[in-house]
């Protein structure tokens, strides 16, 4: 069974870069695409982007000038990096592999989300 | 970006009820919407995708149903182990989600 983790600092300062990794197990990194998902306390859940296994990435418009995904196959994980936060960016912060093959459809596993926090 | 809105926002039953959460598109989706679980703490759980496909090992009391902008996630017969909140989620343009439905016991 496929298992997501995601680790990283639980506290970010305003301006600062928040950085989050998930780790794959169970399964591999390679042939999927693998996406990032926040929910801000009391709000919905936000779409922040994807990255396929070659590289290739996607990021909603409203973050992308912020976002950067990337991809390590050899240590079967991936990364989020999201510069000059406020405390609008706080959220739990999801990974999950998403079902596509040109593009993305549904997301198939999810991890158990980190909380992260924005606040000097 | 296409706005999904569930209702209801909270829904009280009790084990054995047939519930019915619905979720509505601001324009049409054909059939790419997807449907989650999620539990407190918990990875949320893929229950549908293509608005009534069962995913694999998800018991058989869930269903889907809906094409266009209206859709509805079923459960046949609550369980103890559904009380959850729900999610919906569209990939026609861009994806978005729900804003979710809390199912809680009566």
């Known amino acids: 069974q496929v298992q997501l983790q995601e680790s990283g600092p639980g506290l970010v300062k305003p301006s600062e870069t928040l950085s989050l990794t998930c780790t794959v197990s169970?399964?591999?990194?390679?042939?999927?695409?693998w996406s990032w998902i926040r929910q801000p306390p009391g709000k919905g859940l936000e779409w922040i982007g994807y990255i396929y296994y070659r590289g290739s990435t996607n990021y909603n418009p409203s973050l992308k000038s912020r976002v950067t995904i990337s991809v390590d196959t050899s240590k079967n994980q991936f990364s989020l990096k999201l510069t000059s936060v406020t405390a609008a960016d706080t959220a739990v912060y999801y990974c999950a592999r998403a079902y596509g093959d040109y593009t993305i459809y549904h997301f198939e596993y999810w991890g158990q989300g980190t909380l992260v926090t924005v606040s000097s | 970006d296409i706005q999904m809105t569930q209702s209801p926002s909270t829904l009280s039953a009790s084990v054995g009820d047939r519930v019915t959460i619905t979720c509505r598109a601001s324009?049409?989706?054909?059939?790419?919407l997807a449907w989650y679980q999620h539990k407190p703490g918990r990875a949320p759980k893929l229950l549908i995708y293509k608005a009534s496909s069962l995913e694999s090992g998800v018991p058989s009391r869930f269903s889907g149903s809906g094409s266009g902008t209206e859709f509805t996630l079923t459960i046949s017969s609550l369980q103890p182990d559904d009380f959850a909140t729900y999610y919906c989620q569209q990939y026609y343009s861009s994806w978005t989600f729900g804003q979710g439905t809390k199912v809680e016991i009566k």
């Open positions: 169970g399964g591999t990194i390679s042939s999927y695409y």
């Open positions: 324009q049409s989706i054909s059939s790419w």
